[in-house]
């Protein structure tokens, strides 16, 4: 995947169409971020003692979605997929790129549908006592893949700079 892959958001729409454009090209800079890399380089740790990878990322990612729009707003009580102690979705060392991978797509096609199937942004989901709005879950989730997109860029630069030599 290149830039001119990568989901384009609508520059005139209403606050749905610009959201959720906006969350799918921020999901495809995350994949860009892994494209062509092998199990080894997806696996390997930013520095000491950070255990932060590629693989890492798109599992916690996989995670977030399913916490946010499975949980929170659908309300369903789905557990996660890696366990949350011991490093959780950040242990790599014997993950399968092709389970997170096939895991992380699941999830963000389940988001789109739960997006998709909500009445408006103004819907809203609850975690314990606290709830949220659509339209606020979809900014979180933004706010969320930029962060961990930044790190993703360096952790590729990092890959990119070792393959070099």
């Known amino acids: 995947m290149d830039n001119r892959e990568r989901t384009e958001p609508p520059r ?9 454009g906006f969350l799918q090209r921020q999901r495809d800079t995350l994949a860009m971020a892994c494209a062509g890399l092998t199990a080894e380089q997806l696996k390997q740790k930013a520095v ?7 693989l890492g990322l798109v599992r916690h990612m996989a995670d977030v979605e399913r ?11 789905s557990d ?10 950040f242990d790599v060392d014997t993950a399968d790129p092709s389970e997170a991978f096939a895991i992380w797509h699941e999830e963000c096609a389940r988001s789109r549908d ?10 809203t989901g609850r975690y314990r006592d606290d709830v949220f709005s659509l339209r ?11 962060r961990h ?15 070099e030599q």
């Open 12 to 20: 005139v729409a209403d606050e749905r169409a610009t959201l959720t």
């Open 48 to 54: 000491q003692p950070s255990g932060l990878s590629l």
């Open 67 to 77: 916490t946010w729009f499975r949980n929170v707003l659908n309300g369903e009580h």
């Open 80 to 89: 996660a997929h890696w366990p949350r102690s011991d490093g959780g979705a």
């Open 114 to 123: 739960i997006v998709d199937a909500a009445e408006s942004p103004d819907v």
């Open 136 to 146: 606020y879950i979809l900014t979180h989730m933004i706010e969320e893949y930029a």
């Open 149 to 163: 997109n930044g790190q993703a860029d360096l952790l590729r630069e990092r890959i990119n700079k070792i393959a």
